[in-house]
């Protein structure tokens, strides 16, 4: 999570965001960070770890994470607006990544 977070950060103070952004858009790139690692653990099931996140709340609720916390990045920016667009998208990505590389949805 700490590149996006670090992304986030960058992006938000060079785009002269306010305060309360700041904090909204480091929130979204924390939920991200913890989506990109579950769907990365979806998709590579065959990982020796015992501690995936698959391994541990197995495959099903392990896509239930994904979806709740990538619905809650999304509506953490929501008042944002039109500005929101592209971050959506990229949270969206991660949800259509697991959908199409994981083994299991083929």
């Known amino acids: 999570a700490s590149l996006f977070i670090l992304s986030a950060t960058v992006g938000a103070y060079l785009a002269k965001a306010?305060?309360?952004?700041?904090?909204?858009?480091?929130?979204?790139?924390?939920?991200?960070?913890?989506?990109?690692?579950?769907?990365?653990?979806?998709?590579?099931?065959?990982?020796?770890?015992?501690?995936?996140?698959?391994?541990?709340?197995?495959?099903?609720q392990s896509v239930c994470l994904l979806r709740e916390k990538i619905e809650q990045a999304i509506s953490n920016i929501g008042f944002l607006g039109k500005r929101s667009d592209s971050l959506k998208n990229i949270a969206h990505l991660i949800l259509n990544r697991v959908y199409s590389e994981s083994k299991n949805y083929k």
């Open 18 to 60: 306010q305060e309360h952004e700041i904090f909204v858009l480091i929130e979204y790139a924390t939920n991200l960070g913890y989506d990109f690692q579950v769907s990365d653990d979806l998709i590579d099931l065959e990982d020796a770890n015992p501690l995936t996140f698959p391994k541990v709340y197995g495959f099903d």
